[in-house]
């Protein structure tokens, strides 16, 4: 997937941040939800990914959990999450449902959001094979006409956040799809050179799944990388969307992460969740545990690991149980917003 990252020259700052002493109390475990043991820590997220020497640590949110006050409290916290992206409200179906009309009503209220916050905002995304409005997928365009409506949907939407998002993310493989099939591989130039034009600071990410190990679909996008870049094509870094499976996390990822910034371009974890088959059990969460903690320490490894977002921070709003019949707990937080073993995890990987 093209994944188009905006930092920009006003970026929307952070606020100070609290000084944060010990990471970790002692004592007894605490007891959360079902009698498992939950974090010991009493970190905040963003703030230790900061004293590590990231730029962030951030969560997806979505526009419907924005009603949900408990939540919210969690989210607006921004030493927890210095960085948000909205899940579903900048993708095409949501911002330009019919061909010329654009809306960005559900996109603004989390870019102000964010802005209030003193949050970073990664925008999600430009070009995806899913959640296309049907003006797309149906409109059987011949090849120039499908060039531009490409370039127009994405230099509009990334003006539009310029100035206000770190990251603009534009997402599609190669597949058999609306794009593929009429443009071949050229509509991520058109999507790449079309970001740039519209936001010259704009960071512009390749962002796919199952790409966290070393493997073929891996050596096809650094093959991919070096022609963007022996084009010309404006590539500043790799997302790794990391939707993991407890006790699979890839033994080479930290290698692999190594290879592609050897490309010269960053790399960031960007919608990291590690689903397990329910249900959940004491040695599930200890194992999620250990998974967030080698992710985190993966990306610590990788100088050019700029950050990590989690596919939102809770349970109650994962996206997985929808996805993967069977399966679920993904987040760091359980679904009464109560921190998991794994919130541990990742407070470890980043100061062990």
Known sequence: MVQLISTLVTLVSVAPLAVWASPLVQGATPTISGGFPGATSTAKLHTVAKAAGKLYFGTATDNPELTDT?????????????????????????????????TFAGGDVISGLAESNGQLLRGHNCVWHQQLPDWVTAGNFDATTLASIVTTHCSTLVQHYAGKVYALNDDGTFRQDVFFDTLNSSYIPLAFNAARSADPNAKLYYNDFNIEGSGAKSSALQTLVQSLQASKTPIDGIGLQSHL??????????????????????????ELDVRMTLPVTTALLEQQKADYKTVI?????????????VWDFTDKF????????GQGAACPWNEELQRKPSFDGIVSGFTS
Do not use: H
Request: proline share 5%.
């Open 70 to 102: 408990a939540y919210t409290a969690i989210l607006d916290d921004n030493t927890m999450f210095g960085q948000i992206t909205p899940a579903n409200s900048m993708k095409w179906d949501a911002t330009e449902p019919n061909r010329g009309q654009f």
């Open 245 to 270: 499976i407890v006790g699979e996390v890839p033994g080479d990822m930290q290698q692999n992460m190594q290879t592609l910034a050897n490309l010269g371009v960053d790399v960031a974890i960007t």
């Open 297 to 309: 320490e993966a990306c610590m490894a990788v100088s050019r690991c700029v950050g990590v977002t």
């Open 318 to 325: 994962s996206w997985v149980p929808g996805t993967f019949a």
